[in-house]
């Protein structure tokens, strides 16, 4: 008898599934999110509240690391760069000189600290450019990198390609300035 009941228990927990299944299908949620939702509504709760990340937790924090790193040093001397631009020129802007200095400074503080803000939620917080940078710096593991020898043999003959192209383009030059003399198309010597 005991068996009996431990089955229907069992068959009662699997038909609670393909019910919550079939709620999840009418509202539109994925069959995670209502499932958790209704085993709350058969324990008398109310559904369970998404918990968000905060706006200073990374996402992935461990992944990404040097392009992440990358673009925000870029992103930092931009902001810094456009911040001491806007202080050089408010200087001298505003006309009450008991005033100046505090709104200069302060404008340039405040442009400093939002797009601060901003360069560190688009680098360690949004998703969608967190997944992008992880990507890059995923792909850029899988590239096939030349060695020093490799590198200085291409050096090389990119070095004496140009200068066998530029000794040959004088030459041409040369001759063409010549022959343009000797029928008497130029006149004088070439400077």
């Not at 559904?47 to 992103?75: C, D, H, M, N, V």
Request: with cysteine; hydrophobic share 45%; charged share 20%.
């Amino acid at each position: 008898m005991a068996a009996q009941d431990a089955d229907e228990g069992d068959l009662r927990g699997h038909g609670d599934v393909a019910m919550a299944d079939d709620e999840a299908s009418g509202s539109g949620r994925t069959g995670r999110k209502a499932m958790a939702d209704h085993v709350e509504r058969e324990s008398g709760g109310a559904p369970a509240a998404r918990q968000g990340r905060s706006f200073f937790e990374l996402y992935k924090p461990s992944q990404g690391t040097y392009t992440r790193a990358g673009t925000a040093i870029g992103g930092a001397i931009l902001v810094l760069g456009g911040a001491n631009f806007l202080y050089q020129n408010l200087e001298g802007a505003i006309a009450n000189p008991q005033w100046s200095l505090a709104v200069q400074v302060g404008l340039t503080l405040a442009v400093v600290v939002v797009f601060g803000l901003l360069l560190y939620w688009v680098v360690g917080v949004k998703r969608g450019p967190c997944d992008f940078f992880i990507a890059t710096e995923g792909e850029m593991k899988k590239v096939s990198w030349t060695t020093r020898n490799e590198l200085i043999g291409s050096t090389k003959v990119v070095i004496g390609a140009t200068l066998i192209l530029g000794t040959v383009l004088f030459l041409v030059d040369y001759l063409f300035i010549e022959f343009f003399q000797l029928i008497h198309v130029l006149h004088g010597t070439p400077s």
